[in-house]
């Protein structure tokens, strides 16, 4: 045990670096600690509450009463008591007589555990220190570049992914054993989970924390999420986590006016209040703040070996305009948010400086920012951003009428101008299949079977398209409801076949991603992809070339947006030769008509828009082909003059 002058010292340290914003493991100074003092091993608990008049320790150890008040450190404004009564599973609260005289019962916002809601008290719970077994996973890691691997993230909504027959949601113990399998048998290559953190209402989704630094006891004990995470990575699976650092939990025993004054969020009542969300905003300019919300981002890559966290709604982070309510201009006149700006920079520069193997991810919908590339650029330093206007022109385009789509081709094309202005994730995510958006698959045009090959043909064309790739659960196999977050998938689709069909074709495409490195090994650049044809709105044909570092290691992708077979279609190509299908949206064993794949198809010395030769080869209606080519002639380059 430490001496008593070491832990004041050591105390004092941390709540110094802690006031100035530096204090990136606040976590081991405030919330409860076990400590001997004066011969006797106890608890100390620390709550950082600067404006509160008095503060009193209360729990089930305690009988809920004042027994046992908290001293304040007036020099730093945290409240601490030591005591030897609390035991593992006891529940506890802090009893603020906020600034004002007010009395409200905090949680505490370091805490580690809370009881299952709708009770919200933080609990004693000590988490033994695991020994990981992931250390293959993490050598990979360090050795290989991400942003030239495939990225192919399944969604999902830990507590509503499936249920038991009871209707109680499966814990973090019953998804090691079934998610698991599931996903590395449909060939997804990472999980990426709503927030996992502490929040009082479902209906949030996990979007309004209370808890940064606890794993919601919905979802069952953090050494299951532990187990969880070591599983996947000795199944080559990665995992990410949805963060919220925006915004909190509006709740009167949360963390607004925690001292009875604007503590954690912003001073002026327009930026504190998130009008939209029903949330309060931090204040991120606060060096206190900042602290808190670092500590908590480690705190989940560290305590849980997570690969990579996705920063929520990071467009109210930046603008002052964002939400619906009042806003005044900064310094310059303008809507930058600038202590939001700062603290993600911040954010990012700390994470990386640790954890340079971190992913993180923006979701984030507006271009009058760089979210992606170095912060010495003027940018926020994420690695990822999410690409909602591909989501949202796409979407619009598949919902189209195909006699319509001619004239609005340009909304599946646009992406093609702007798509390495950041480093993209394509998402078709939990927002897209909710509050009356529909399901992707009820989103498609026409009748039922129309429906299903539309949906082979967007995700074809989203597995193609340059950017890693993130897709919903539920939606591999075409589930027709929308999301509920209070149920289960509906599984019994599946005994479908048009769903089974479906399924089996997520999983295969998902294969011919990881297979294929013409899809992901150079999309930093534009020589990952050439265009053959954006042009031929009339057909509604779209087609493009995918390369990799190997000149004949290339794909052809072929997309035919109408109900109408196209007989002898031309394709210009780079290379004289024959050409394979190894990929048609339309077989049989995917839910199609086909029981063949179109034969290899010759060359053609005919030129082609920007190519030299051509093939021809019959589209599917509503389908999607990939071509490789099988024996071409590759010219040598001629020796340069001397």
């Known amino acids: 045990m430490q001496t008593n002058e070491y832990v004041e010292l050591e105390t004092e340290d941390a709540i110094k670096r802690f006031q100035t914003g530096e204090n990136f493991y606040s976590q081991h100074i405030f919330g409860y600690h076990q400590e001997e003092r004066d011969g ?13 008049q008095r503060i009193w320790l209360v729990g089930t150890f305690n009988d809920w009463d004042q027994s046992l008040p908290m001293q304040k450190n007036e020099d730093y404004g945290y409240w601490e008591v030591f005591t030897s009564k609390p035991l593992e599973k006891d529940l506890y609260k802090y009893k ?14 370091f805490a580690f555990a809370f009881e299952k809601r709708p009770g919200n008290a933080a609990v004693i719970h000590h988490v033994p220190e695991k020994k990981w077994k992931d250390g293959l996973w993490y050598g990979r890691k360090k050795r ?23 209707g109680t949601p499966y814990s973090f113990a019953d998804l090691k054993e079934e998610l698991i399998p599931y996903v590395k048998e449909m060939g997804y290559t990472h999980i990426e989970f709503m927030p996992l953190m502490e929040h009082p209402l479902g209906a949030s989704w996990g979007y309004q924390l209370i808890g940064y630094f606890a794993l919601s006891s919905y979802y ?52 504190a209040a998130n009008i939209r969300w029903g949330s309060v905003n931090f204040d991120l300019g606060k060096p206190e703040v900042q602290s808190f919300l670092i500590s908590s981002a480690l705190f989940w890559l560290e305590m849980y070996h997570i690969d990579g966290i996705r920063v929520d709604a990071v467009s109210s982070m930046l603008y002052l305009d964002y939400d619906e309510g009042p806003w005044e201009p900064n310094h310059e006149g303008g809507n930058r948010n600038y202590e939001g700006y700062y603290f993600l920079q911040k954010l990012n520069a700390v994470v990386k400086l640790t954890h340079p193997e971190a992913i993180m991810i ?56 702007y798509m390495m202005q950041e480093n993209y994730i394509l998402p078709l995510s939990h927002d897209e299949v909710v509050h009356g958006k529909k399901s992707l698959m009820h989103k498609m045009w026409g009748d039922r079977y129309k429906q299903f090959a539309q949906l082979r043909n967007l995700y074809t064309y989203k597995i193609t398209h340059p ?38 074709f997520t999983a295969s495409l998902n ?39 190997k000149k004949k290691d290339f794909l052809i992708i072929i997309l035919n947006m109408t109900p109408v077979e196209r007989q002898d279609f031309p394709i210009g190509v780079p290379f004289e030769g024959s050409y394979k299908e190894i990929w048609n949206t339309e077989m049989q064993e995917f839910g199609g008509t086909w029981a063949e794949h179109n034969s290899d198809q010759l060359t053609e010395e005919v030129p082609f828009k920007e190519y030299p030769y051509r093939i021809k080869t019959v589209v599917p209606a509503l ?14 380059k001629r020796p340069s003059a001397k």
């Open 467 to 504: 950017g890693k790739k993130l897709l919903f659960m539920g939606s591999e196999w075409g589930q027709f409801l929308e999301w509920k977050y209070d149920e289960g998938l509906e599984w019994r689709d599946l005994g479908d076949v048009w769903n089974k069909s479906m399924q089996h």
């Open 220 to 271: 069952g004990k953090p050494e299951e999420f532990q187990d969880f995470v070591e599983a996947c990575h000795q199944n080559n699976i990665g995992v990410f986590v949805d963060w919220v650092p925006g915004h909190c939990c509006i709740n009167d025993d949360a963390l607004p006016k925690y001292d009875g004054t604007p503590q954690f969020e912003y001073e002026d009542p327009d930026r």
């Open 511 to 549: 294969k011919l991603y990881k297979e294929q490195p013409a899809l992901w090994e150079l999309e930093e650049s534009y020589d990952t992809i050439s265009i053959i044809d954006a042009d031929n709105h009339n057909d509604s044909v779209l087609s493009f070339m995918r390369k990799s570092k």
């Open 362 to 417: 923006a979701e984030e919908s507006s271009s009058d920012t760089q979210i992606t590339g170095l912060i010495e650029t003027g940018a926020l330093g994420f690695d990822y951003k999410w690409n909602m206007g591909w989501m949202n022109d796409v979407l619009e385009f598949y919902k189209m009428d195909p006699a319509f789509r001619k004239d609005h081709f340009n909304l599946i094309t646009f992406s093609f101008m």
């Open 96 to 109: 603020v007589q906020q600034a004002d005289g007010r009395i409200v019962y905090k949680i505490d916002p």
């Open 623 to 636: 389908g999607a082909l990939i071509l490789q080519p099988d024996n071409i002639k590759i010219p040598r």
């Open 40 to 52: 006797e091993t106890g608890f100390v608990f620390r709550v950082w509450a600067p404006n509160a």
């Open 144 to 166: 290989s570049n991400f942003f030239k691997r495939p990225i192919n993230i399944y969604e999902v909504h830990a507590s509503s992914w499936k249920h038991h027959e009871d």
